[in-house]
T-cell receptor, first 114, second 118 residues
């Protein structure tokens, strides 16, 4: 059973601080990794995706991937109250072709305190 | 970005009835669609994958005779929950991509359907 694990939180950070969200995955063959933001009762919204080891930055968001440790993280700089949501880590399962599908973690609830 | 329209947004039904949820791609051809279910405070659990014109592939533990998926056209997939029971109450979300072999950064989600079975 391929698994994606996250700390459910809540992770509480003050406004302006850096929020660090972590995710581990069990399938060593996974090649692509995604972070989604989900507000309560809404569908997920893609924030970042990363394929290669190292860091990938997009605005206030940085995704970090370490395939050897099977670990992916998301950093949010200058956190804002509007960032308060559940952040879902997703890992691509399947090895190409029509079997490509995403396996989601349970999500981490982030609360940014004004 | 591409739009996936999902209807209804919420539905309340009596136990034993069937409920159909529609997922439409509005500005692209959705060759592959995924159906997820999400219970409160839990993650999205993949139920099935459907490719246009083919039978859906169900994940382990998902009853294919209870959750009927039809993907007869490139813009429409439907999920029918047959003989719904209270334990089927959940948030159902569809997602679609425009190519069967595409990587999933081009995966577009519907707005979800909250199903409550009394």
């Amino acid at each position: 059973q391929k698994e994606v694990e996250q700390n459910s939180g809540p992770l509480s950070v003050p406004e302006g601080a850096i929020a660090s969200l972590n995710c581990t995955y069990s399938d060593r063959g996974s090649q692509s990794f995604f972070w989604y933001r989900q507000y309560s009762g809404k569908s997920p919204e893609l924030i970042m995706f990363i394929y290669s080891n190292g860091d990938k930055e997009d605005g206030r968001f940085t995704a970090q991937l370490n395939k050897a440790s099977q670990y992916v993280s998301l950093l949010i700089r200058d956190s804002q109250p509007s960032d308060s949501a559940t952040y879902l880590c997703a890992v691509n399962a399947g090895y190409g072709g029509a079997t490509n599908k995403l396996i989601f973690g349970t999500g981490t609830l982030l609360a940014v305190q004004p | 970005g591409a739009v996936v329209s999902q209807h209804p947004s919420w539905v309340i039904c009596k136990s034993g009835t069937s409920v159909k949820i529609e997922c439409r791609s509005l500005d692209f051809q959705a060759t592959t669609m995924f159906w997820y279910r999400q219970f409160p405070k839990q993650s999205l659990m993949l139920m099935a994958t459907s490719n246009e014109g083919s039978k859906a592939t169900y994940e382990q533990g998902v009853e294919k005779d209870k959750f009927l998926i039809n993907h007869a056209s490139l813009t429409l997939s439907t999920l029918t929950v047959t003989s719904a029971h209270p334990e089927d109450s959940s948030f159902y979300i569809c997602s679609a991509r425009d190519r069967p072999y595409a990587t999933n950064e081009k995966l577009f989600f519907g707005s979800g359907t909250q199903l409550s079975v009394l």
